[in-house]
């Protein structure tokens, strides 16, 4: 997961239910995923998901009030993490160091979940010198109870020539193939998806896909690789596609002819979760664009790429940090409401005129930036009259808001020069412009125009 907006990780939690005060609605707690942040050892944060996860409260998590009987942490293999008081702590020790760990909880109420637990590092924006650990606690109850399934499935499989029947009720997508993908039985649930024709599993992924996984297929049937499992899209009978996770298990006895059995599960749901949680992350809530935090990210990467060898030299980076002239007076004049309908606006128009492989962003109240790759020589100041342009006519499109234009400063990437230098060059930049009259570009180290 990308890094979630420091907004929503500040806001303070109030206690749970459950003989706590009641929570307030907040974004946090609209996730399906759980989230828990610590600076240190510390809890600084944490939503409703991860409780209900945990089966614990808000002060259990913090270690204000003991756990209930019966509440236990487990290892991947089954063996306890330690005693219940000190078990999270290790956990999130491990995440730090591992950056994704898997773990099982036994709850009070005699509930048992697995739960894959993510750590990432994000600097708090009150304080850049203090590290905020997000943790993010994804169910995997439902994958492990599958993955038990599949693997009775598979021993039947194993020990049983006549399993036609059992692969025949299976709800999973279910088919043996040989070792060059050649389907030689599918269940319904199979042909279901891919059509009764579908005569090799490579012809349903991608073409790009193709030769790695016949090559993975032959080390599966050569027993070098005792299983394989991986996401791809699958080509549906009906048109379309879906992703799917597909599970490719050497058959050691196994049905006449098959040396693989594979087992296709449709995770599109799944993958849809984790898309909407990096749109949270990444993204500018109110405008759709990057927020401050990605454009960064982009930025420290394309600066790092300057560096490296081999780089085409016939194209070059440039940023132009946008401070909106005569928002204030939108704010005053049409209230709040007015204010993000013509930022909503202005992001818009600044997007429609950059190509889709520059990154726009909007970096907080009424300042955006823009990261954008040119052929030299190029004109960036020709590209910055026409964004300011456009930012004229996007304020026109609520009624009654008063005039609101740009200044813009112009800033070139150069090799040795970090992200923050390089936003504050473009930022005395900006401010020149402001200074010569507003409403106009000036590019970092260049006369302002009059």
């Known amino acids: 997961m990308g890094a979630v907006d420091n907004r929503m990780l500040h806001s303070q939690p109030s206690p749970s239910p459950g003989g706590e005060a009641e929570r307030p609605p907040r974004l946090l707690d609209a996730l399906d995923e759980g989230l828990i942040v610590t600076a240190g050892d510390e809890i600084r944060d944490c939503n409703a998901a991860a409780l209900c996860l945990l089966g614990m409260t808000t002060e259990q998590l913090r270690g204000r009030e003991p756990l209930g009987p019966g509440w236990l942490a487990f290892w991947d293999h089954g063996t306890p993490l330690d005693d219940a008081g000190r078990a999270l702590r290790l956990a999130f020790r491990h995440a730090r160091e591992r950056g994704t760990i898997t773990i099982g909880i036994h709850r009070v109420d005699g509930s048992r979940g697995w739960i894959a637990l993510s750590c990432r590092v994000v600097q708090d924006e009150a304080d850049s010198a203090q590290e905020l650990f997000v943790y993010t606690l994804r169910d995997l109850t439902a994958q492990r109870e599958l993955e038990q399934e599949n693997a009775h499935y598979r021993q039947i499989v194993d020990t049983l020539h006549a399993s036609y029947s059992i692969l025949e009720q299976s709800p999973i997508a279910m088919c043996s193939i040989d070792v060059d993908g050649q389907v030689v039985r599918g269940n319904m649930a199979f042909l279901t998806l891919a059509g009764a024709e579908t005569t090799s599993i490579l012809s349903l992924v991608p073409e790009e896909e193709r030769d790695g996984l016949r090559d993975a297929f032959v080390k599966v049937g050569d027993g070098a690789t005792p299983t394989l499992r991986l996401e791809t899209r699958i080509r549906r009978q ?62 420290r990467e394309r600066l790092v790429s300057l560096d490296r060898p081999g780089r085409r030299g016939d194209a070059e980076w440039t940023v132009m940090l946008i401070d909106l002239d005569g928002f204030k007076g939108v704010n005053d004049t049409c209230g709040h409401a007015g204010g993000d309908a013509v930022l909503i606006a202005v992001a818009a128009g600044i997007r429609e005129r950059m190509r889709l492989d520059d990154v726009v962003a909007r970096l907080g109240g009424d300042e955006f930036a823009v990261l954008m790759q040119s ?45 923050d230098a390089t936003l504050a060059a473009a930022d005395a930049a900006m401010y020149d412009a402001k200074r010569a009259g507003k409403a106009r570009c000036v590019e970092a180290g260049a006369k302002t125009r009059p």
């Open 238 to 299: 009906a048109g379309g596609s879906t992703w799917c996770e597909i599970t490719a298990v050497a058959m050691q006895e196994g049905l006449p002819d098959a040396a693989i059995l594979l087992l296709i599960n449709d995770v599109t749901e799944r993958r849809r979760r984790e898309a909407r949680l990096r749109q949270l992350a990444e993204r500018d809530p109110l405008t759709g664009v990057h927020n401050r935090r990605s454009f960064l990210q982009v930025l």
């Open 375 to 419: 052929r030299i020589p190029y004109d960036a100041i020709a590209v910055g009259d026409q964004i300011i342009a456009r930012i004229a006519e996007a304020a026109k499109t609520f009624p009654g808001a008063p005039p609101v234009t740009a200044s813009i400063g112009i800033v070139r990437l150069r090799a040795g020069r970090g992200a």
